[in-house]
C-alpha cells in the first residue's frame, strides 16, 4: 500500500509539473525549410495546439483531416492556431510536404526529425495533441484519436478566450 501511495502521489507530481510545460526550444525546420524556434511560437496572446503525427499514421491524419474541416470556424471564433508537427524520420521526411499539400491542410507544419521536441514534451504514441494558452502554459493534453475528439479539444480552447 505505501510503495501505491508513493507511486501515486509521484504520477500527480509528474502530471502537474507537465500541466506547467511551456514550449521548450528546439530549432526545426518547417516543410518549406525554414529554422523555426519554437520556443518562440506565439499566437500573440491566443492558444496554440501543436498536433504531433506522422505521414504513416491513420489516427493522425485522421484527426487532423477532420480538424481541417472545422479549422477556419475555430480561428475565427477563438484565434486558435494550430501547428503539426511532423516525427516522420529522414528517410520520409519528403513525403510530408506533399501529404499536407494534397490535403489542404492550412496549418503549419514543422518537421522534428530526430524527434527533440516529440521527446521533450513525453511524446511515446500519436496523434498526441497538446494545447497550450495564449502565454504559452501546457492546458490540456491528448494522445490517440477517435473520431469526435477533435470537439472535447474545441471545448478547451474556448474554455481559454471566454
Given at each position: 500500500?505505501k510503495k501505491f501511495l508513493t507511486?501515486?502521489?509521484?504520477?500527480?507530481?509528474?502530471?502537474?509539473?507537465?500541466?506547467?510545460?511551456?514550449?521548450?526550444?528546439?530549432?526545426?525546420?518547417?516543410?518549406?525549410?525554414?529554422?523555426?524556434?519554437?520556443?518562440?511560437?506565439?499566437?500573440?496572446?491566443?492558444?496554440?495546439?501543436?498536433?504531433?503525427?506522422?505521414?504513416?499514421?491513420?489516427?493522425?491524419?485522421?484527426?487532423?483531416?477532420?480538424?481541417?474541416?472545422?479549422?477556419?470556424?475555430?480561428?475565427?471564433?477563438?484565434?486558435?492556431?494550430?501547428?503539426?508537427?511532423?516525427?516522420?524520420?529522414?528517410?520520409?521526411?519528403?513525403?510530408?510536404?506533399?501529404?499536407?499539400?494534397?490535403?489542404?491542410?492550412?496549418?503549419?507544419?514543422?518537421?522534428?526529425?530526430?524527434?527533440?521536441?516529440?521527446?521533450?514534451?513525453?511524446?511515446q504514441n500519436i496523434p498526441h495533441?497538446?494545447?497550450?494558452?495564449?502565454?504559452?502554459?501546457?492546458?490540456?493534453?491528448?494522445?490517440?484519436?477517435?473520431?469526435?475528439?477533435?470537439n472535447t479539444l474545441y471545448k478547451?480552447?474556448?474554455?481559454?478566450?471566454?
Amino acid at each position: 500500500m505505501k510503495k501505491f501511495l508513493t507511486v501515486a502521489i509521484a504520477m500527480l507530481v509528474m502530471s502537474f509539473a507537465a500541466l506547467q510545460a511551456q514550449i521548450p526550444s528546439f530549432q526545426l525546420k518547417d516543410i518549406n525549410g525554414k529554422t523555426v524556434d519554437t520556443a518562440k511560437l506565439s499566437n500573440d496572446g491566443k492558444p496554440i495546439i501543436i498536433s504531433f503525427f506522422a505521414t504513416w499514421c491513420h489516427p493522425c491524419l485522421r484527426e487532423l483531416s477532420n480538424i481541417s474541416e472545422v479549422y477556419e470556424d475555430w480561428q475565427d471564433e477563438t484565434g486558435v492556431k494550430l501547428i503539426a508537427v511532423s516525427i516522420d524520420q529522414a528517410q520520409n521526411v519528403n513525403k510530408v510536404k506533399p501529404l499536407v499539400d494534397s490535403k489542404g491542410f492550412e496549418y503549419e507544419v514543422l518537421l522534428d526529425v530526430n524527434s527533440d521536441l516529440a521527446r521533450s514534451l513525453g511524446v511515446q504514441n500519436i496523434p498526441h495533441v497538446f494545447l497550450f494558452d495564449g502565454t504559452g502554459k501546457l492546458v490540456y493534453n491528448h494522445i490517440g484519436y477517435k473520431d469526435g475528439d477533435e470537439n472535447t479539444l474545441y471545448k478547451h480552447v474556448k474554455e481559454l478566450v471566454k
